[in-house]
């Protein structure tokens, strides 16, 4: 499945970094794995929006917007790996089950649904807003500041959507009594 499949060395990190007792506990709610879902697709959509406000509030005040915007778009990055450990969404990883799997190709299947369908609409609104702009001879900032959001909102959706689809939908995970007993 993986061109450069992790050896026995790096799955064995991979397996302690993500079944870390302290981990799992801290992750076994599915409403702290929502909140994370939530706050991830909160600063996903500022990062979008401070590039447009970035694109089209001058020159003056564009430095402060785009710098906002580099700085979301690395928490929108930061949040989506913490949400793909959550759910043990972790490329070359294997120590997951056969339920595990199922439940990860049914999220990976919608997700590229989901990126498909948001690809679509970007394609529609570059080739309306492509033409809207040819016709009213308006700057190409507006264009940008319309497209380049749409392109991080579909980036990070694609990366992320199947992690946060299974983070928002499987119910508490319920912790072994060996697991207390490490901490």
């Known amino acids: 499945m993986f061109a450069n499949k992790p050896g026995s060395r790096q799955q064995e990190r991979l397996r302690a970094y993500i079944e870390n007792p302290r981990r799992r506990r801290f992750w076994a709610a599915r409403s702290r794995r929502r909140l994370t879902v939530a706050v991830f697709a909160l600063v996903t959509v500022l990062a979008a ?14 430095l402060v917007p785009l710098t906002l915007y580099g700085l979301l778009l690395v928490g929108s990055a930061l949040l989506a790996t913490h949400v793909n450990v959550a ?15 199922a439940e990860m190709d049914h999220a990976a299947r919608l997700g590229h649904n989901v990126t ?5 609409v970007l394609l529609v609104v570059g080739g309306v807003f492509g033409s809207w702009v040819s016709d009213l001879e308006l700057g190409a900032r507006i264009l940008m500041a319309v497209l380049v959001p749409l392109v991080v909102l579909t980036t990070m959706c694609h ?10 939908t499987r119910p508490d995970e319920v912790l072994d009594d060996a697991d207390d007993e490490d901490a």
């Not at 929006?49 to 564009?62: E, I, N, P, Y």
């Not at 498909?116 to 679509?120: D, H, R």
């Not at 990366?159 to 928002?168: D, E, G, I, K, V």
């Open 116 to 120: 498909t369908v948001l690809l679509m």
């Open 87 to 101: 759910v043990r969404w972790v490329a070359g990883y294997e120590g997951l089950d056969e339920f595990q799997r």
């Open 49 to 62: 929006a401070s590039f447009a406000v970035g694109l089209t509030g001058g020159a003056s005040g564009s």
């Open 159 to 168: 990366a992320a959507f199947p992690a946060c689809y299974l983070a928002w």
